[in-house]
């Protein structure tokens, strides 16, 4: 006997079924500029914190041994015969052009995604993962580009700057030294020195980083909005229905960094070891300048040849180590900063006359931490 469905049950249902839709933030032209400063600041405090584990993957990476010690030790080592301010050795120079090259990279990915949505728009709103790959994918690497300009300079002076224990017999340079050093060698163009190994392993980073996580952050969305469905339908309270988590929630945001920082360090790891393997060639010194001459191919081969295939992944430990709660710090404060400039933008704009209601924005926290 076939059993005829209340209707108050079903439009219950259905109402309770709605679950907080999926919405990206998007700033206007004039919290870009303020997303640009303020996003800087703390992600320039991130660099610095992490910034001994930096140090660490260099001397990893410069080294030719097959067994480089353990992260830890090495910095312990540091810490005993340099001294404990040599575990920030070279991050002056990084400073130096951080606060500019991180707000163009910042200003350059927001304006990007935007122009790429506006004149590529969903027009079947398909609301899918690929298309989130392709313009995170194409925006992170136009911002990474146009900021290499800005940071390559620099970060070729801090990379020789934090290897100098490496250089048996040699008296220690000051950035003023390296950085005049190479100017009396190669003039300007030594300040790109491995410019394009550097595109390349920023680029695919910039771009994994980017594409993952915003496609990671819809995949897990859609799946948790689809669990609770599921518990609405049972007629169930369970954690789902319970918190009806937005695309912003902290467990969405943590898992998509997560992913990303990892697939990122994966895709970029090979191409970083030439990079640096090559800012750390010094052309006075002719057997460098020969290998130096023959680019980045040349110099993956040797790695190779040399050091095979484990060669392109050495200070894998540090990296991760730095990368991963950098990383999800990074998309927390991304996130956070962007919703609160569209609060403020929205708040704004609801006071005008002519303005109508404001949208909503969600909050990062969970509802139980945001209720207040």
């Known amino acids: 006997m076939a059993t005829i469905p209340n209707p108050v049950t079903t439009a219950l249902v259905e109402n309770t079924c709605q679950h907080v839709p999926l919405?990206?933030?998007t700033l206007g032209p004039a919290n870009v500029v303020a997303y640009m400063f303020q996003g800087t600041g703390v992600f320039m405090c991130l660099d610095i914190v992490a910034w001994p584990m930096e140090v660490a993957r260099t001397r990893m990476q410069a080294s030719k041994s097959n067994r480089p010690q353990s992260t830890f030790k090495l910095l312990r080592d540091i810490a005993r015969t340099e001294g404990p301010t040599k575990l920030f050795r070279g991050l002056g120079p990084f400073l130096l052009t951080s606060l500019p090259s991180q707000a163009v990279y910042l200003g350059v990915y927001e304006h990007a995604t935007t122009i790429i949505e506006r004149n590529f728009p969903d027009r079947h709103n398909s609301n899918s993962a690929m298309r989130e790959i392709a313009v995170a994918g194409s925006a992170g690497f136009l911002a990474e580009a146009v900021s290499a300009f800005l940071y390559v300079p620099t970060d070729i002076i801090s990379q020789r700057l934090r290897v100098q224990?490496?250089?048996?017999?040699?008296?220690?340079?000051t950035s003023i030294d390296i950085f005049k050093s190479i100017y009396k060698a190669d003039g300007i163009r030594g300040y790109y020195q491995g410019f394009f190994a550097t595109l390349l392993a920023f680029t695919p980073y910039s771009v994994t980083h980017w594409a993952g996580y915003e496609a990671s952050k819809k995949l897990v969305y859609n799946h948790l909005a689809a669990k609770e469905q599921k518990e609405m339908r049972n007629n169930k309270s369970g954690f789902y229905t319970k918190y009806k988590l937005s695309q912003n929630n902290m467990v969405i945001v943590g898992l998509s960094a997560l992913n990303a920082a990892i697939m990122s360090l994966v895709v970029s790891s090979p191409f970083d070891m030439v990079r640096v393997r090559l800012q750390l060639l010094d052309s006075v010194n002719q057997k460098q300048a020969e290998q130096l001459q023959k680019g980045w191919w040349a110099m993956a081969k040797l790695i190779a040849k040399e050091e095979g295939v484990r060669g392109f992944?050495?200070?894998m430990a540090?990296?991760?180590m730095a990368a991963i709660p950098g990383g999800i710090g990074y998309l927390f404060a991304y996130e956070y900063i962007k919703e609160n400039l569209e609060?403020?933008?929205s708040a704004s704009s609801s006071t005008l006359p002519s303005s109508s209601s404001s949208s909503s924005t969600v909050s990062?926290?969970?509802p139980a931490f945001s209720s207040a």
Not at 165 to 173: F, L, Q, T, V
């Open 23 to 25: 919405k990206k933030v």
């Open 165 to 173: 224990s490496e250089s048996k017999g040699r008296a220690h340079m």
């Open 318 to 320: 540090p990296k991760i």
């Open 343 to 345: 609060s403020e933008s």
């Open 313 to 315: 992944f050495k200070g």
């Open 364 to 366: 990062i926290l969970p």
